[in-house]
């Protein structure tokens, strides 16, 4: 079945640090792929998503790309800001798969001053 | 995209209780799904629920302990029944339509159960 594989966290940056959450999946079809950040008491938003494979997601500075031949859809932001700790979940969504979401395990990222 | 109302947004019970969680969105979508997120775990799909007809539920989630409605197309219930401490958790609703088009996630209900 589908899965979806996150870098153990937690992960602790300093403002301004380079940041990369790793994620790969296993699915038998053509997935669409998310991240989604979840705010401390909040629920989930999507932060952004690529539906076919080299498809770049981009949203506040973060990117990730669809990668099919390394079936990775790493997370990157160039300099983190104190507000951008969170969880952080990689998804994929499969529609042979009744369009459900499979996350990953999230990573709490935390951003210090 | 849609904004999708949960009620109530967080809730202490008792145990052998029971609780009904809300979905209200803004406008009419396809489909909904109910999430549970356990402490400091990631989501776990409970159920699809469909319009008109019984939820479809994801394996380890039976209906007696999730029943769950969904009367139209804007609007769906989740019933915690018979509550357990094992069962406080975050509850998500999330909505979908496209194919492909991402999932969008009310800000969940936080159940504490004594």
């Known amino acids: 079945g589908d899965s979806v594989t996150q870098m153990e966290g937690p992960v602790t940056l300093s403002e301004e640090a380079f940041l990369t959450i790793n994620c790969t999946y296993t699915?038998?079809?053509?997935?669409?792929l998310f991240w989604y950040v979840q705010y401390p008491g909040e629920g989930l938003q999507l932060l952004l998503k690529?539906?076919?494979?080299?498809d770049k997601g981009s949203n506040k500075g973060f990117e990730a790309t669809y990668r099919k031949e390394t079936t990775s859809f790493h997370l990157e932001k160039g300099s983190v800001q104190v507000s951008d700790s969170a969880v952080y979940f990689c998804?994929?969504?499969?529609?042979?798969?009744?369009?459900?979401?499979?996350f990953g395990e999230g990573t709490q990222l935390t951003v210090n001053p | 995209s849609a904004v999708i109302s949960q009620k109530p947004s967080r809730d202490i019970c008792q145990r052998g209780t029971s609780l009904t969680i809300q979905c209200q969105v803004d406008?009419?979508?396809?489909?909904m799904f109910w999430y549970r997120q356990q402490p400091g775990q990631s989501l776990t799909l409970i159920a699809t629920?469909?319009?008109?007809?019984?939820?479809?539920?994801e394996s380890g989630f039976v209906i007696d302990k999730f029943p769950i409605s969904r009367p139209n197309l804007t609007f769906s219930t989740l019933t915690v029944s018979n509550m357990s401490p094992e069962d406080s958790s975050i509850y998500l609703c999330?909505?979908?339509?496209?194919?492909?088009?991402?999932?969008?996630f009310g800000d969940g209900t936080r159940l504490s159960i004594l």
């Open positions: 999330s909505v979908g339509s496209l194919a492909g088009q991402p999932q969008h």
């Open positions: 699915a038998t079809g053509y997935p669409s």
């Open positions: 690529a539906t076919k494979a080299d």
């Open positions: 998804a994929l969504r499969e529609e042979t798969s009744g369009s459900r979401l499979t």
């Open positions: 406008s009419q979508v396809t489909m």
């Open positions: 629920a469909n319009q008109g007809s019984e939820a479809t539920y």
